[in-house]
């Protein structure tokens, strides 16, 4: 089992950032790529972002690229969401996740496990 917190959520003003963390325990945290996505209400669930175990590897949604960027700290067991310029857009409740496998995985069924998310609501 893998237990995914996540933090860093909260208001913020339009043109404003966010970091959000995501601190795993209970597994090897290098053995799973790890994974950002997000559902705003009424919506459906979306990918945001993904690294691969080792980090050397990322991938952020192409209408992402630009404003976020993922990385990941193994000696930690934390990986990062990094959001700027927010958008009113934005304002959803963010997840992180974990794949076992090598690579980059921006499917949701690819990923076994789930934080609870965290609100991030961007004000106009």
């Known amino acids: 089992q893998v237990q995914l917190v996540e933090s860093g959520g909260g208001l913020v003003q339009a043109g404003g950032s966010l970091r959000l963390s995501c601190a795993a325990s209970?597994?090897?945290?290098?053995?799973?790529?790890m994974g950002w996505f997000r559902q705003a209400p009424g919506k459906e669930r979306e990918f945001v972002a993904t690294?691969?175990?080792?980090?050397?590897?990322?991938y952020c949604a192409d209408s992402l690229k630009g404003r976020f960027t993922v990385s990941r700290d193994n000696a930690k067991n934390t990986v990062y969401l990094q959001m700027n310029s927010l958008k009113p857009e934005d304002t959803a409740v963010y997840y992180c996740?974990?794949?076992?496998?090598?690579?980059?995985?921006?499917?949701?069924?690819?990923?076994?496990?789930w934080g609870q998310g965290t609100q991030v609501t961007v004000s106009s």
């Open positions: 209970g597994r090897t945290f290098s053995n799973y790529a």
């Open positions: 690294a691969s175990r080792s980090g050397g590897s990322t």
């Open positions: 996740a974990a794949a076992a496998g090598l690579g980059i995985r921006t499917r949701e069924y690819e990923y076994g496990y």
